[in-house]
């Protein structure tokens, strides 16, 4: 198709990149009624009142100026605090930690940081959809390390020394693994730091979901001997907190990397809008008691979403962390892209093909669990008549009825 006038004005390397394949998908779904989104990863909690009552709180007072570039000193502070407190280490608030619009710009941040054009970019795969459009977009190129059902959709030490070349500048890490919900064992993260230290990598962790973590304990990459000086942390308030809509994510690392992160955020985005600021401040004072509630709901979530998916002839990986569920829809005959679009046609339930994660994720689907518990019972009963019908055998007569013992543990959704 030949393009328009204007169209060849737009620079060929955005043009080159592909829509994000959540949202290209969720664009049918905002065309049908009666359907049920299990695709979208934000929280079904509504924000805690006490961290809404904070914002007002602010906005009265007359909190409605800049901050400086580099955020609140007082967020900043508590935001140090957070990471010594949880892993024991310590940044200087003072010129070691940026508050950013989302972990989403604090990565682009780092990658615009980082690369030179032509230098590479391990990433794990499946990965978030944002992450090799990141790369490509600050110059560099994304080298995916492929993971399986088989090793738990996580990646080896010798998996990374291997995709080493003299361009590797970069690896990025996410765990808790979205889409997956996979996570990392201490043990061989060590090993992966081992080798980012041989090869003088730097490593960029994305670690959003760290505190939905339900099976062990998460490690901070930065927490490891040698690690914290070549570590770019990037985290936020939008899983943990409920407040995807706030956008408010910090990066915290060595004051080089960061002072240089701060140079682009200042002629950008300037500042993190200081009503959000607000917010997060009150959250980390005086939101974990909520954060925990939220967690142990998601893990109850969890367990039964995995049977019921089982139950119905399904497999389904057992995620560690965040709040997806990633079954091997492959058993139905179908691709990742055919099952989505006749499950969301035939029975008006959305979740994401897998392969908008990557080659890695074709077979597989992701689905939020991070939804309100009649929409979660509703779905997989949709679900269950649907597999059915493309040949898959249930375990158990009635398979979505296990998704039904939600309903009996008494969650609710505001907190």
Same mark, same amino acid.
């Given at each position: !198709?030949? !393009? ?14 592909? *829509? ?6 969720? /664009?049918?779904?905002s065309e049908m009624k009666?359907v049920i989104s299990l ?50 280490? @310590? ?8 508050? &950013? $619009? ?5 990565? =682009? ?9 032509? /230098? ?8 978030? $959809? ?25 990646? #080896?030490? =010798? ?9 590797t500048r970069a690896l ?10 996979? $996570? ?21 962790? =994305? ?19 040698? !690690? ?27 004051? /080089? ?14 500042? &993190?809008?200081? &009503? ?18 939220? $967690? ?14 089982? =139950? ?19 058993? &139905? ?38 939804? #309100? ?20 055998? *249930? ?11 939600? @309903? ?8």
């Amino acid at each position: !198709m030949t !393009m328009s006038k204007w169209a060849q004005r737009v620079n060929p390397v955005v043009q080159n990149i592909p *829509p994000s394949g959540i949202r290209k998908f969720f /664009d049918l779904v905002s065309e049908m009624k009666g359907v049920i989104s299990l695709g979208v990863g934000e929280p079904d909690f509504v924000t805690p009142w006490h961290i809404r009552e904070a914002c007002i709180y602010s906005l009265e007072k007359g909190y409605t100026m800049y901050t400086s570039n580099w955020g609140l000193l007082e967020l900043r502070e508590a935001v140090a605090a957070e990471l010594h407190n949880t892993y024991n280490v @310590q940044y200087n608030p003072r010129n070691e930690i940026l508050i &950013t $619009v989302g972990v989403s710009e604090a990565l =682009d941040l780092a990658m615009r940081t980082l690369l030179q054009p032509g /230098d590479e970019v391990l990433i794990p795969e499946p990965s978030y $959809v944002s992450y090799a459009p990141c790369t490509t977009l600050a110059g560099g190129r994304p080298v995916f390390l492929p993971t399986s059902l088989e090793n738990g959709f996580q990646i #080896s030490a =010798d998996q990374v020394r291997q995709a080493i070349t003299s361009n590797t500048r970069a690896l990025l890490l996410c765990y808790p693994n979205n889409p997956t919900g996979a $996570v990392m064992e201490r043990e061989e993260l060590a090993r992966i730091a081992e080798v980012a230290m041989e090869h003088d990598l730097v490593v960029i962790s =994305d670690e959003i979901y760290d505190r939905l973590t339900y099976v062990g304990q998460h490690t901070c990459m930065s927490s490891f001997p040698g !690690m914290r000086e070549r570590t770019i942390l990037l985290n936020g308030f939008s899983k943990a907190y409920a407040m995807t809509g706030w956008r408010v994510g910090y990066a915290a690392g060595n004051p /080089d990397f960061i002072g240089a992160m701060t140079k682009i955020h200042q002629y950008s985005m300037l500042c &993190t809008p200081i &009503t959000g600021q607000m917010a997060a401040l009150e959250a980390l004072k005086n939101g974990k008691a909520g954060m925990r509630r939220m $967690v142990e709901h998601y893990n109850r979530r969890r367990h039964l979403v995995v049977q019921a998916f089982k =139950d119905m002839g399904v497999p389904c990986f057992e995620p560690g962390g965040a709040f997806y569920a990633f079954p091997q829809i492959s058993v &139905t005959g179908l691709n990742s892209e055919q099952f989505a679009e006749e499950l969301l046609k035939e029975e008006q339930v959305a979740l994401v093909p897998g392969n908008a994660f990557g080659n890695s994720g074709e077979g597989f689907a992701r689905v939020s669990y991070a939804a #309100s518990i009649d929409d979660l019972s509703e779905a997989f009963r949709r679900m269950a008549r649907f597999v059915r019908r493309c040949g898959v055998r *249930p375990r158990v007569i009635s398979a979505p009825a296990q998704i039904s013992a939600i @309903q009996q543990e008494g969650i609710c959704q505001t907190l």
